[in-house]
């Protein structure tokens, strides 16, 4: 549950996200597609409500102003807080811990692909009862077969069998990415995530993924496949033991 925010607040949660469109691209995106709610707005900050994926985005000035934004609000079990060092407020307000820190990976209207073809790769989207999804790693294979229920997982075949996969997160951000062992070192995760990002593109202004800080394999691939990637580090955070 979160709380009214007042006449402009709309306008006013444009102005500052647009002054940093890189590491404010989710809370941007799920403004723009009708998925977030406003619950504070303000030259200090701004906080979203991303609802399918229930996700709070709170995008603040600096670390000293995210705790003015969210005093207040309420039912907050995971969230990504900008800049990262905004970490304790959150943690003192809501009890969450980080899961993780990461950069934000962008490519905008006009992009293009940036790597070749994997030649005979085919991309075919995933079935919530497609035995292809024994072959996702067991740690993530349950969202993956939850996102498969949604149409948003879609699978490489090359040489005839199941190589790669790739997708899209419920707040509409790309993900999912893995390459199996035996497949790796071909080109295929580059040609996946530009696949991706090309399908992102054809209905959207914006294709935004979010990298671990220390993966700088991943980093790497973004950059190779022509995304731009951000400096500033977003925390994600989460209920501890969930």
């Known amino acids: 549950m979160g709380r009214s925010t007042p006449a402009g607040s709309r ?8 002054r940093n469109p890189l590491d404010h691209a989710k809370a941007i995106e799920s403004l723009r597609r009708g998925n977030g709610r406003i619950e504070a707005a303000g030259p200090r900050g701004v906080v979203v409500h991303d609802l399918p994926s229930d996700t709070w985005f709170v995008m603040a000035r600096n670390a000293e102003a995210v705790d003015p934004l969210v005093v207040g609000l309420h039912g907050v079990s995971q969230c990504e807080v ?14 969450l811990e980080a899961d993780a ?6 490519a905008r209207t006009g992009w293009r692909a940036q790597v070749p073809a994997v030649a005979g790769a085919e991309i075919s989207p995933v079935g919530p009862s497609s035995p ?4 996702y790693p067991e740690s993530g294979r349950a969202y993956a077969r939850a996102r498969a229920r949604d149409g948003a997982l879609w699978a490489a075949q090359l040489e005839g069998a199941t190589a790669g996969f ?7 951000s790309m993900g999912l990415l893995h390459v199996l062992p035996d497949w790796r070192r071909r080109g295929l ?54």
């Open 11 to 18: 306008e006013e949660a444009q102005a500052f996200l647009a």
């Open 82 to 95: 900008f800049p990262a060092e905004g970490e304790p407020a959150i943690a003192r307000r809501f009890g």
């Open 101 to 106: 820190h990461c950069v934000m990976a962008v």
């Open 132 to 135: 292809d999804l024994d072959l």
């Open 166 to 172: 790739v997708g899209l997160h419920d707040d509409g």
């Open 189 to 242: 995760g580059a040609m996946l995530l530009t696949r991706m990002t090309a399908r992102v593109l054809a209905g959207a202004p914006v294709a935004c993924s979010q990298i671990e800080a220390g993966n700088g394999a991943s980093i790497r691939l973004h950059r190779r496949a022509g995304l731009q990637v951000g400096e500033g580090l977003t925390a994600w955070m989460g209920t501890p033991g969930a």
